[in-house]
């Protein structure tokens, strides 16, 4: 995990930011890739998909955090889990009750929330060593993150892959959708394709701050 | 689901449905450890048993859980299965093979949370299937996991060799190439339900 020193931080703006940009568990760090792929096929998908985790984020990683000096080192992984799961099967029977369409849209994937490594890598590197307030506002952090990824799919996709947007119809009638966008092939695709476009900025900036330093020294 | 055939679950598991390009579980080990085909090929064969133990588990659990009406529980001790099994495939592997136990690394504890595995433990309830076609679901899993991982390392073995532009070297180009596989696979489609 990003070098996060082992002693407690002090809140700021930048432990909230941090999960958002810079670390950002999907873009940047590449977790939790199995739900971003599968049920951004959909912006509401997405959208539901993203607060489920928050929520499952946010409250282990505060319960973990309060309780971080009572589990053994030795078994704490199977701790996190435990809580862990408790928490997605609070979603799960949550989600049920509220929308039965949305329970049958998002399948398996919510009880999937569990295997999100995402949760797991928050509570190890994150919550097990913070206090209370800073762990809370960081797993909001990276919870606005993972859901911001989760969107900046789900909206490609459904604008692409049907031409419409939370369904409404955003694109010319003789718009024709494609297909494949909304088919698995299509959530690699839409995926790649945001990687390539934050690897591309960040290589232009990292020449930019080259010449800057370059410059002076050139001739 | 009674009337499906093995043969049918078999296939539908490891080609159709193909649990990693199609239903988009385990994508971490799968674009983790498919660098080497060698490496692939044993992480495939190391999840593949502890897809068969989990499942066997799995089918356990439901019986237990609905004699006691404790369904409630079935996410807690499934994933609590999956734990124990992955510790007992882990001490298995440093103790007959730490060279394969240190080229795994960190992807070999990470099979807990490998999301095919509880994927697998979940679908199997949700189409009700009976202890053989358990198994069987399983071992067809485990196969199509180990063939999308094989497919994709022996892709990222010839690109080491390919003149792409360094800005999309890395996590970009393995999805890219993951998307085109999972279209190819989309082929399949017809043949399944």
Same mark, same amino acid.
């Given at each position: ?24 568990? =999907? ?5 939790? @890739?199995?739900?971003?792929?599968? &049920? ?36 704490? #992984? ?18 049920? %009750? #509220? ?14 929330? &569990? ?16 206090? +209370? ?22 909206? =490609?996709?459904? &604008? ?20 494949? @966008? ?5 959530? $690699? $695709?839409?995926?790649? %394709? ?26 | ?12 598991? %490891? ?10 579980? !385990? ?15 044993? @992480? ?16 356990? #659990? ?8 404790? @369904? $409630? ?12 099994? &992955?510790?007992?495939?882990? /001490? ?15 992807? +070999?504890?990470? #099979? ?35 063939? %999308?991982? /094989? ?38 489609? !017809?043949?399944?339900?």
């Amino acid at each position: 995990m990003a070098g996060l020193p082992n002693q407690t931080e002090k809140l700021s703006l930048d432990t909230f930011l941090r999960g958002l940009w810079e670390e950002n568990p =999907v873009f940047v760090m590449l977790l939790g @890739m199995c739900p971003v792929l599968a &049920v951004t096929n959909s912006t509401m998908n997405a959208i539901a998909m993203g607060l489920a985790t928050t929520f499952v984020l946010v409250a282990s990683s505060v319960l973990i955090s309060l309780i971080r000096n009572l589990i053994p080192k030795q078994v704490r #992984i199977a701790s996190y889990i435990v809580i862990i799961a408790t928490f997605v099967t609070v979603v799960d029977y949550a989600i049920q %009750a #509220i929308s039965l369409d949305l329970y049958n849209a998002l399948g398996a994937f919510i009880q999937l929330i &569990v295997a999100n490594c995402v949760i797991l890598g928050r509570a190890e590197a994150y919550a097990s060593k913070q206090r +209370l307030h800073t762990t809370l506002v960081n797993s909001l952090g990276m919870g606005a993150g993972f859901t911001l990824a989760l969107l900046s799919l789900g909206t =490609v996709r459904e &604008v692409l892959g049907n031409g419409t947007l939370l369904g409404y119809a955003v694109m010319p009638a003789d718009f024709q959708p494609w297909v494949v @966008m909304i088919l698995p092939p299509g959530g $690699f $695709f839409v995926l790649g %394709a945001w990687l390539l476009l934050f690897a591309w900025l960040k290589q232009r900036r990292d020449q930019r701050l080259l010449q800057q330093e370059g410059a002076p020294h050139a001739g | 689901m009674q009337g499906e055939s093995l043969g049918f679950i078999f296939l539908n598991a %490891a080609v159709v449905n193909n649990f990693v390009l199609a239903l988009f579980l !385990g994508i971490c080990p799968f674009l983790g450890v498919s660098s080497k085909k060698e490496t692939a090929w044993n @992480m495939g064969l190391a999840t593949l048993f502890v897809m068969l133990v989990s499942s066997m588990s799995a089918y356990a #659990i439901n019986w237990v859980l609905g004699e006691l009406d404790l @369904m $409630f529980l079935r996410l807690i001790c499934y994933i609590a299965v999956i734990a124990s099994a &992955v510790q007992l495939v882990e /001490m298995f592997i440093k103790k007959f093979s730490p060279s394969l136990f240190r080229s795994l690394g960190i992807f +070999l504890p990470l #099979i807990t949370t490998n999301c095919a595995i509880l994927g697998l433990a979940l679908f199997q309830t949700a189409k009700e299937y009976d202890f053989v076609q358990s198994v069987v679901y399983a071992l067809g899993a485990g196969a199509g996991f180990t063939l %999308a991982l /094989m497919l994709m390392a022996g892709l990222r073995e010839k690109l080491e060799l390919a003149d792409v532009p360094a800005v999309s070297q890395g996590a970009a180009m393995s999805l890219m190439l993951a998307g085109l596989l999972s279209l190819a696979f989309m082929g399949f489609a !017809g043949l399944g339900a």
